[in-house]
């Protein structure tokens, strides 16, 4: 297929792979949520992607370090979500058992000199991780 050839409405690949031609040309990239789109749509999906936040504190600032406190963000109109470490039950041990039930490490907490948790307003050494799901539209 010629980059000026118009995709069939029949084939939502052509159209996905016209839609990210377009936006490579206008000078934009394409990320992992743009392949997850991809997969969906060459499966026969009908259905969307959205972002599941996850924020972990351990700590210190390895995967493998004991959790301390968790959130859940669910992509729900209207949802709040508060971290409490008093929680019973965190989901997961550590950052690393997160990982392998599918979470994304978006951000890691720096890495520089120890600190006090005591000497700022932070609970550990915050994660954020992500995760993609379907859901119908």
């Known amino acids: 297929?010629?980059?000026?050839?118009?995709?069939?409405?029949?084939?939502?690949?052509?159209?996905?792979?016209?839609?990210?031609?377009?936006?490579?040309?206008?000078?934009?990239?394409?990320?992992?949520s743009d392949l997850d789109r991809l997969l969906a749509v060459g499966r026969g999906s009908s259905r969307r992607l959205r972002q599941r936040l996850l924020y972990l504190h351990?700590?210190?600032?390895?995967?493998?370090?004991?959790?301390?406190?968790?959130?859940?963000?669910?992509?729900?109109?209207?949802a709040v979500t508060e971290i409490d470490p008093q929680a019973p039950e965190l989901p997961y041990r550590n950052v690393h058992d997160a990982i392998v039930h599918g979470w994304r490490v978006v951000h890691f907490p720096q890495q520089r000199a120890p600190f006090e948790d005591r000497e700022i307003d932070l609970i550990g050494h915050e994660f954020i991780l992500e995760k993609l799901e379907e859901y119908d539209d």
């Open 1 to 32: 297929m010629s980059s000026s050839s118009t995709p069939s409405p029949s084939d939502p690949v052509a159209a996905w792979v016209d839609a990210a031609r377009r936006k490579l040309q206008a000078g934009g990239s394409l990320g992992a």
């Open 58 to 78: 351990a700590n210190t600032p390895s995967i493998h370090a004991n959790l301390v406190a968790a959130a859940i963000h669910e992509p729900v109109a209207g």
